[in-house]
């Protein structure tokens, strides 16, 4: 392996995906750059301009001029941290969400199209070929072939079969850890039907973790009956995927969207077998207001309401 190898791989790698002419790969005025600094705008439920330079490498001052452009366009506002008036905290707008959005799906068509290229059977040799390289040449990860931490996990919106997936796992996985009917799947079903026929973009939302290009979590963030309030619901992680944040993300992003939101409470009620959620849920603020013995899907359970006040600034 020579230097000259791996300048040869990378002017080969990005003709492929189109690096050099990004806008115009995905019919978007945006540099491959500018549409990184949306992408992680829009998984990341609060940011600032200190948080996406360091996490993207960039210069300072880069950076300022595509937020300023972005600003421009009317994708992002920028107001001040509650946490640190030093700063200024990045969103998205309705605007900016919908671009990212947009760019997202352009890319994984063009992704999609590359890898219908690939024969079946070459494809899992070309996911090992990938993990290896991505694990030989980060600092940050075991040199292991297959090893994935959290920066590999993502959040995002729904795509079509999404809704359909929360309705699944969440069955599946609840009667295979704690023995529930069918009974969990009709409520879970009403749920996302409910949110699928009718809800506001701008005070609900649904975000799915994935991971290697699988779903491994999900939640949900609904307007709850009393005014003022929303409602945390359906957070689920998938077994292989604890252990790397994806439930704190997911609250995290949930607490973001509901606090920028304007609501003033936010809300869940669950089970008190649900020890490892409940842990998530007190690291994020949340507090235990009360509890009662309830009999459903099939189990004696004790269901718990849990509130978070949104206008106690972060910790």
């Known amino acids: 392996m ?23 790969h995905l019919y978007a005025p945006y540099t491959l750059t500018e549409s990184r600094v949306l992408y992680e705008l829009a998984h990341s439920p609060r940011t600032d301009a200190t948080g996406l330079r360091s996490e993207l490498s960039l210069d300072s001052g ?4 595509i937020l300023n452009k972005f600003e421009q366009d009317g994708l992002i506002e920028r107001t ?8 200024r905290r990045i969103t998205l707008t309705p605007r900016g969400r919908e671009t990212a959005a947009v760019l997202d799906e352009r890319s994984r068509e063009s992704v999609g199209a590359l890898l219908a290229t690939v024969p079946a059977d070459d494809r899992p040799r070309l996911a090992e070929a990938m993990h290896t390289v991505r694990a030989l040449l980060s600092s940050r990860r075991p040199a292991r072939p297959a090893a994935r931490g959290r920066e590999d996990v993502v959040l995002r919106e729904p795509v079509p079969g999404d809704l359909g997936w929360i309705v699944q796992r969440n069955a599946a996985l609840y009667a295979a850890e704690f023995g529930w009917n069918t009974d969990y799947e009709g409520l879970v079903a ?10 506001d973009p701008h005070l609900e939302r649904v975000w799915i973790a994935e991971l290697a290009g699988r779903p491994v979590g999900c939640v949900m963030c609904v307007r709850d009956d009393a005014p003022g309030t929303a409602r945390l619901r359906l957070l689920l992680v998938e077994p292989d995927a604890r252990g790397l944040g994806v439930g704190d993300r997911l609250v995290e992003a949930v607490v973001g969207f509901a606090r920028d939101g304007g609501y003033r409470d936010l809300v869940l009620w669950t089970n008190d077998v649900l020890t490892a959620a409940a842990r998530v849920y007190r690291r994020h603020g949340f507090s235990l207001v009360a509890e009662k013995p309830h009999r459903s899907f099939g189990a004696d359970l004790v269901g718990q309401d849990w509130r978070l006040d949104l206008h106690v600034s972060p910790g």
């Open 80 to 87: 001040p941290s509650r946490s640190d008036p030093r700063r």
């Open 62 to 65: 880069y950076l300022s001029r």
């Open 2 to 24: 020579t230097v000259q190898d791996i300048r040869s791989f990378n002017r080969f790698y990005t003709n492929v995906i189109g690096a050099l002419d990004y806008g115009r």
């Open 190 to 199: 009403r749920i996302v039907a409910d949110f699928a026929e009718d809800h």
